[in-house]
């Protein structure tokens, strides 16, 4: 969840390279705090780093790069339709890579290991129809209020609101899984964090003047 939520500090990086924005050294400082607290997480050239973290960090690059594209090239594009054509490469994507994935070859030791991605179609069960069900409700409305947060008020106010989803991730892990965060990976937690909060603000300063200056 952490490592998804480097969102903030890529989007920072990418309007540098991409949308030739500048940011200032308060930002840069924020990105590195952020970067910081990563390491934190993955420990790379640790024994016991955890590879996998990789996708959810790719996850928050796609999610940046999503985010500077829509910024950049797609602000005279009406909502919808940019919803519209997201869910149905969504899903085609998905398809695809349902059916890719398990014709992949791959040891029957790395099959193993990682079932939930190389398991294919399976059948639909009245269980996984309800977890299909449940998750899909929830997520639409967790989706639906956070537009209407970002619609009804400020961004640099509501942006810091959606790291308590990481207070809610540990805590659901440690009730269902009785998952308990070792001090390393608490730390990595409060860098990103702290480095998605400056952003936030900085971001919210940054608006509020350009506003003035238009006025």
């Not at 994935?101 to 991605?117: T, V, Y």
């Not at 008020?153 to 070792?182: C, H, K, M, N, R």
């Amino acid at each position: 969840a952490t490592c998804f939520f480097t969102a903030p500090i890529f989007v920072c990086l990418f309007a540098t390279v991409i949308l030739k924005e500048t940011i200032g050294w308060r930002r840069v400082i924020a990105v590195c705090i952020g970067f910081l607290g990563v390491l934190f997480i993955i420990q790379p050239g640790a024994t016991n780093m955890n590879f996998i973290l990789i996708f959810p960090l790719v996850a928050g690059i796609s999610y940046a790069l999503a985010v500077i594209i829509t910024r950049g090239f797609c602000r005279e594009q009406k909502s919808f339709s940019l919803t519209f054509s997201h869910n149905i490469f969504y899903a085609c994507l998905g398809l695809l890579m349902v059916s890719l994935i398990p014709s992949l070859p791959l040891s029957e030791g790395l099959r193993d290991s990682n079932k939930f991605l190389f398991m294919g179609w399976v059948p639909l069960t009245k269980d996984i129809l309800l977890l299909i069900g449940a998750t899909s409700i929830t997520h639409i409305i967790a989706m639906t209020a956070t537009i209407r947060a970002y619609q009804n008020a400020d961004t640099s106010l509501v942006a810091p609101l959606e790291y308590f989803y990481l207070i809610f991730a540990s805590t659901i892990d440690y009730l269902v899984w009785q998952v308990v965060l070792g001090p390393t990976a608490v730390m990595g937690i409060f860098l990103v964090v702290t480095s998605g909060i400056i952003i936030s603000f900085r971001e919210g300063i940054t608006k509020n003047s350009q506003n003035k200056d238009y006025e």
